[in-house]
């Protein structure tokens, strides 16, 4: 079963293919055209909204997700603009540890929400999946992308980015997320 996964990004369509390895699944990115305005104010609201607009260019199957850095002491910043909080991914690392200097509370969560939406345009399931961790002080690790070298896995003493892609593919907020979304489609389909 093919899924339009509602995204540009190759990394994050591997990154789930991977996740649902062996499972008769395959997520492919929509076709040409596909440009949503991430307008909502809740990562379960941009979730929607890309997956609705997947299937509007598709009329297939079609899954979204929206996730990014939740950090307590900024108040939940950098949010629903995670992907937007600087013109690159390592100015967006060195813009949140300049904000976080000083501060020791440093607890911060992953959140991935993610929508189905089935070939008649329907959106039949909607969840979130969460990682919980904290800021380190400086980066470390080469894998994964986005804010894995600075976000210290809790219960582990390594960052996403020094953990292997199987051990991040258990324990990530996009992995927890699509484990829903996959016994959803177990028990419905």
Sequence with gaps: MKIVLATSNKHKVQEINDIVAGLGIEFILP??????????????????????????????????????????????????????????????????????????????????????????????FSCKGICEG??????????GFGYDPIFLVKGDKRTMAELSEEEKNQISHRSRALNQIVDYMKHNL
């Excluded at 949503?36 to 009329?59: C, Q, Y």
């Excluded at 904290?134 to 894998?143: D, F």
């Design 134 to 143: 904290s800021i380190t002080e400086k980066p470390a690790g080469v894998n």
């Design 31 to 124: 076709p040409e055209g596909f440009d949503p305005v991430e307008n909502g104010e809740t990562f379960e609201a941009n979730s929607r909204i890309k997956a609705l607009a997947a299937w509007e260019i598709s009329k297939n199957w079609s899954l979204a997700d929206d996730s990014g850095l939740c950090i307590k002491a900024l108040g939940g910043k950098p949010g629903i603009h995670s992907a937007r909080y600087a013109e690159t991914p390592q100015k967006r690392i060195e813009r949140v540890l300049n904000e976080m200097q000083g501060i020791k509370e440093r607890d911060a969560e992953f959140v991935c929400a993610m929508t189905l939406v089935n070939p008649e345009g329907k959106v039949v």
